[in-house]
């Protein structure tokens, strides 16, 4: 062992109370947290399996949060949001996934993909212009990064954008586009500069209503049923250069800063999928009778159950960590692959044993932990999948 | 007008309440505590009279107990209210409902105050004692269990429906008074995320026991008419016995065992 890790240890333990600051709630983030389990319990949780069934996008319910303030939580408060930040953000993500997946996806892609970027690299113009109609949910936000042949490899993106005048002029498909078939506002990602790779990607605010732009048909998909995932297409699509998020060549940096908070936010709401399955699971095992007694009193369902809460303990903390360091503009891009990435495999796990406890019942529709075990998939693979984040992380550990 | 609110941390009625092993108190660890039930709906009916008149009326939250009730006051002021006192003193420990009634009555008596909200009851002890106590200690009307306010035009007076035994009453009050509230009065909102941040910068106001001008031995304990002697929890529900086979069968096996086991036959 080399000095300079045993002087790390000692630093760590002397910071040991310190640690806590990463952890522990303050007054208000309590609030906010009553705040998002209560409207969760109520409001969220009662529609989630309907809105599943259906395929129907909870409109009323992202109303709803607007008026809360959920949909402004990175948003200034001179553009009319909350500004209560990635960690508060967290605490309310968590509650709201817990209670329906396909909300909880719709509220972080408008806070952390969508407005984020702007409030970050937008010009003073833009951000009057969209921010506050975002915080007031009047705007709803997507954005659009993938293509049908740059997903992981999202650095090879083809879609183009081509100065002309005070324009620029859009052509090309984007893929696998989250709440695309009702967002106001796209952050989308398109190639400025064919000649680089990831420096000749630019960033663009698109609105919905750009001539030239239209929004392909949904995607049916195993999971998140009540939120849409769409292609855009783009077909001589005119977008003011005022739009351009950061500068010319900068587009995928913004791209890259911004999924760090993305991710933060799938790894909670893998959390929150997980607290579900373990919160039936716990409830299941208490009034289940098998062989004359409760299921629960069994060590086999027992060991399941402290597993999966074990488990959602770990990936919470490194979830509120990653979220504390990104509050504080601190390097977190380790941090928060790390967290989605655990948090979304032990999220998996979870939901198998959930299903697993229910046994027959956990196959069917009419139970929650079906849906759980389908909404939890998707948390593997977008936002990063799980075999980019071990890239990002082997890259720090092993560069230089 | 001048709206005040009482406003109780209780726990949360999710957590399961386990006494002391001494069997004189609650044991409060790990208990979670949250806004007592009822007395959202006082913030929320204050807070509507406030939105209905816009003449520059407030509402200010007041509550008592040790420090962890503030995380309620700092609820009540994420809801909308605009000012909030904390009335606290280590000799406050201890009282019962009558006293600390009339510690509550030494803080808002020269506030003067309009109109006074709060729960029908604390869902901890329910004993739905203080807003009638208060009315008696400030000498003003009193309206218990309000399930609607009906304003009169200059907004002095008002009818309360009240939920009694098997139907309502409705009485006529003038103002200053102290309604208590019961569930259907309102929806209490939800504390909004502005609202949050909002709560977080506003000041709140500490009142101990010389702020109160009382001595030590009118409160608390010591000044307390009544004393806890103890606590015992409910017996255990006995097991239930579901009876099966033919329904000829069950009737004589139930009337059977309703003679010869229950004995209630």
């Known amino acids: 062992m080399n000095k300079f890790a045993m002087s790390g240890r000692r630093i760590a333990h002397i910071r040991g109370e310190k640690m806590s600051a990463y952890f522990d709630l303050s007054e208000e983030e309590r609030l906010i947290q009553q705040t998002a389990r209560d409207f969760a319990d109520s409001e969220v949780a009662p529609m989630a399996a309907e809105n599943d069934a259906n395929g129907q996008f909870p409109r009323g319910l992202v109303e709803k949060l607007a008026k809360l303030g959920f949909m402004g939580m990175l948003i200034p408060e001179q553009y009319g949001g909350s500004n209560a930040g990635n960690f508060a953000l967290v605490l309310a993500l968590e509650e709201i996934n817990r209670a329906c997946a396909s909300t909880g996806v719709t509220m972080s892609v408008h806070n952390s993909l969508a407005s984020s970027p702007i409030v970050g690299f937008a010009n003073e113009e833009t951000k009057k212009k969209y921010l506050p109609k975002m915080a007031k949910g009047e705007l709803l936000g997507a954005y659009a990064l993938s293509e049908a042949s740059a997903g992981s490899d999202a650095a090879s993106l083809q879609a183009r954008a081509v100065k002309d005048g005070n324009e620029y002029v859009l052509n090309g498909t984007k893929s696998w586009i989250t709440s695309g078939a009702e967002a106001d506002l796209f952050v989308v990602m398109l190639r400025t500069d064919p000649s680089e790779r990831a420096k000749g990607i630019s960033a663009f605010a698109v609105e919905r209503d750009t001539n030239g732009f239209s929004v392909g048909k949904k995607e049916n998909k195993l999971g998140l049923r009540a939120s849409s995932t769409v292609q855009l297409i783009f077909e001589d699509a005119r977008v003011p250069a005022e739009n351009m998020l950061g500068s010319e060549g900068e587009g995928f940096k913004i791209a890259m800063w911004t999924l760090d908070g993305g991710r933060i936010g799938i790894g909670t709401q893998a959390v929150g999928i997980a607290q579900a399955c373990l919160d039936a699971s716990v409830s299941y095992a208490k009034e289940r009778e098998q062989f004359g007694k409760l299921i629960g009193e069994f060590q086999a369902i027992q060991w399941k159950i402290a597993d999966m809460a074990m488990n959602i303990e770990a990936a919470r903390l490194m979830i509120y960590r990653a979220a504390r360091l990104r509050d504080r503009k601190e390097p977190h891009t380790k941090e928060a692959a790390m967290a989605k990435l655990f948090a979304s495999e032990m999220a998996n796990r979870a939901a198998r044993e959930a299903v697993q406890i229910y046994g027959g019942a956990g196959y069917l529709k009419d139970s929650s932990v079906e849906r759980y075990f389908r909404d939890v998939r998707i948390t593997e693979i977008y936002e990063g999948t799980s075999e980019i984040h071990r890239i990002v992380i082997s890259r720090f550990l092993l560069k230089n | ?265």
């Open chain 2, 1 to 265: 007008m001048k709206i005040g609110v009482l406003v109780k941390n209780v726990p949360d009625t999710e957590t399961k309440i386990r006494l002391t092993a001494d069997k004189q108190g609650i044991e409060t660890q790990g208990v979670k505590y949250v806004m007592n039930t009822y007395d959202e709906f006082a913030v929320e009916e204050a807070l509507k009279i406030r939105e209905r008149l816009q003449d520059g009326t407030t509402v200010t939250a007041i509550t008592l107990g040790p420090e962890r009730v503030v995380e309620t006051l700092r609820t009540a002021l994420a809801m909308g209210a605009d000012e909030a006192i904390h009335v606290d003193d280590p000799a406050f420990e201890g009282g019962d409902s009558l006293t600390n009634a009339r510690i509550i009555a030494r803080v808002v008596e020269p506030m003067g105050l309009d109109l006074i909200l709060g729960g029908k009851q604390g869902i901890d002890y329910d004993a739905a004692q203080t807003c009638s106590a208060l009315a008696e200690a400030l000498g003003t009307a009193q309206a218990l269990i309000a399930v609607e306010l009906k304003w009169s035009e200059d907004n002095q007076s008002l009818e309360v429906r009240r939920r009694i035994e098997g139907g309502d009453e409705i009485v006529h009050v003038k103002l200053p008074a102290v309604i208590s509230c019961e569930k259907g009065l309102n929806e209490p909102r939800y504390a909004s995320l502005p609202g949050i941040m909002k709560a977080k910068k506003k000041e709140i106001k500490k009142v101990d026991l010389t702020g109160v001008g009382l001595d030590s031995a009118e409160v608390g304990a010591s000044g307390s008419a009544t004393r806890v002697v103890g606590y015992s929890p409910l017996s255990e529900r006995p097991e239930c016995r579901i009876l099966e086979g033919e329904p000829v069968e069950i009737v004589k096996e139930l009337v059977r065992a309703l003679r010869e086991d229950a004995k209630v036959l």
